[in-house]
């Protein structure tokens, strides 16, 4: 009996537990967006399904060039960079790729033409009558080890590029282009729900809609700024950064 009345005491709270509250259902009486709220919380971290709507037969929409997507939905829904933004992140472009450019020629494959034009070097000095004591020839292994040395402190130099200045800049521009999309996302779904009442239609969302969250997904900061090594604006800005 008391091991009855001790399930029936646990039974009661968990359903008290997991039932909504007063404030959950005004909320979601008020919420004429739905599908958008559902989607967001989802794309948040929360734990909410992908509503089935923006996902017909579990499949998410997949975009041909998801970065001139983003690009076209960012400037429809009024989304951009400031002036200050863009200079800064062209600033970091060019040191990236200055920096690539400044270490290919100590690429390892470079090893044995090093040594060759050492070798040449020489020779040329020595057919020219020249004092060739402060010249050498280095060996493979002492030429590679000075190779990694180079490409290893241009690899660090990157990193820390990425890691102290890109990322910071980087996460609340994302943040706020996910917000934007949101907005912009909201108004397509009372399009869309207007639409579908007007013709008398079960509602389904658009296929632009589908795109966006395609979108949101591929975008969302908790995705792009997950990163082992050096990266570039480009690179986690996409579309977003020209």
């Known amino acids: 009996m008391a091991a009855q009345s001790m399930k029936l005491n646990l039974t009661k709270a968990a359903e008290a537990e997991e039932a909504p509250s007063a404030l959950n259902i005004a909320e979601a009486r008020c919420d004429d967006t739905p599908l958008t709220t559902a989607t967001f919380k989802h794309l948040r971290g929360n734990r909410v399904p992908v509503p089935n709507l923006i996902m017909p037969g579990g499949h998410i929409l997949v975009l041909p060039s998801p970065d001139e997507t983003a690009r076209a939905v960012a400037f429809d829904a009024g989304f951009d960079l400031t002036e200050d933004e863009l200079n800064s992140l062209r600033e970091i472009e060019a040191f990236m790729q200055a920096s690539v450019k400044a270490s290919q020629p100590w690429a390892l494959s470079n090893v044995s033409a090093i040594q060759q034009k050492q070798r040449d070097d020489m020779q040329a000095a020595l057919s020219e009558g020249k004092d060739t004591t402060n010249m050498v020839i280095q060996s493979r292994d002492d030429i590679n080890r000075a190779c990694l040395a180079r490409l290893n402190a241009h690899d660090s130099a990157r990193r820390r590029k990425t890691t102290e ?26 399009t869309d729900r207007a639409v579908c009442t007007a013709f008398s239609l079960a509602f389904e969302p658009s296929y632009l809609y589908r795109a966006c969250f395609y979108i949101a997904t591929l975008y969302r900061p908790s995705a792009r700024l997950i990163t082992s090594s050096w990266t570039t604006p480009g690179q986690l800005l996409g579309g977003l950064f020209s």
């Open 165 to 190: 200045e890109l990322l910071p800049m980087v996460k609340p521009i994302l943040e706020r282009f996910q917000a934007a999309l949101e907005e912009h996302m909201k108004l397509m779904e009372e």
